[in-house]
């Protein structure tokens, strides 16, 4: 099994260098998903086979708000809250944060969009190394690459109503990138979360929605979904439950 999810993941790869490709050649007719440019919407619309839909529930924070630079605001009761695009910088910016305080943090609790890949697993890194627990509370997002940061929890909390979201990931910044830096930045992305979700006990049906979902577009996890693929380590509490 775990063979052919490699071999599957490897054919995925390469789909995704061809989309890579066609997204860098017209990224004026479809500009990928990043949340730090007003252009791109903060929160793409669900993934389906007809026209566009809305996400299951509207997030609480403004764009403006999720368009900033991620930024921590440390709560009672050991909670960082972690808000904001994950822009270049912000694994650094974080790392200071938790030199400072990480002795009072408990728990990170996340409220992005998403954005740098490389950030994403730098947090994610620290987080489990620090043995801290995430958490995405009632009308939180996280999305794109935030769910990367989620993983590294060693207790992970989806609160009723949180918004929960994958799909492909780029690098956005680059303007035409050769076929060979396409094919080769697809390839390293995809072994590199793909090893990532794996090293922090995530499911493989996790990145494979991801991998099959356009960037302009999300794959909202449903609450059984993010258990099934262990995303979650309790159960999401329903709305009349958290009432």
């Known amino acids: 099994m775990r ?13 995704l260098f061809i989309d890579l490709r066609e997204m860098s050649l017209a990224r004026a007719a479809l500009p990928g998903h990043d949340p730090m440019t007003t252009d791109a919407p903060v929160l793409p619309p669900a993934l389906t086979e007809g026209g566009r839909q809305a996400p299951p529930v509207e997030p609480e924070s403004s ?4 368009r900033q630079p991620m930024r921590f605001e440390l709560l009672p009761g050991g909670q960082l809250r972690a808000e904001g695009s994950i822009d270049p910088g912000a694994a650094g910016r974080f790392t200071e944060e938790i030199a400072a305080r990480g002795e009072y ?15 994403a697993l730098a947090m994610a890194k620290l987080i489990r190394e620090k043995g801290l627990n995430t958490k995405v509370a009632t009308k939180a997002l996280c999305a794109s690459s935030c769910p990367l940061v989620f993983s590294g929890g060693v207790a992970r909390e989806a609160e009723a109503d949180a918004i929960v979201g994958v799909h492909q990931v780029f ?43 356009p960037p302009d577009r999300l794959y909202y996890l449903t609450p059984e979904e993010m258990v099934e693929f262990k995303l979650i380590t309790a159960p999401v509490a329903t709305a009349q439950q958290a009432d």
């Open 63 to 66: 764009p403006e708000v999720l």
């Open 3 to 15: 063979g052919a999810f490699f071999a599957l993941l490897a054919a995925s790869g390469a789909f």
């Open 171 to 213: 690098n956005a910044g680059q303007e035409k990138p050769s076929a060979e830096q396409a094919m080769s930045g697809a390839q390293s992305t995809t072994a590199r979360i793909a090893r990532h979700l794996d090293e922090m006990g995530i499911g493989n049906g996790l990145w494979i929605h991801a991998l099959e979902t």
């Open 105 to 119: 943090v408990k728990t990170v609790s996340l409220n992005s969009p998403g954005g740098s890949v490389d950030d």
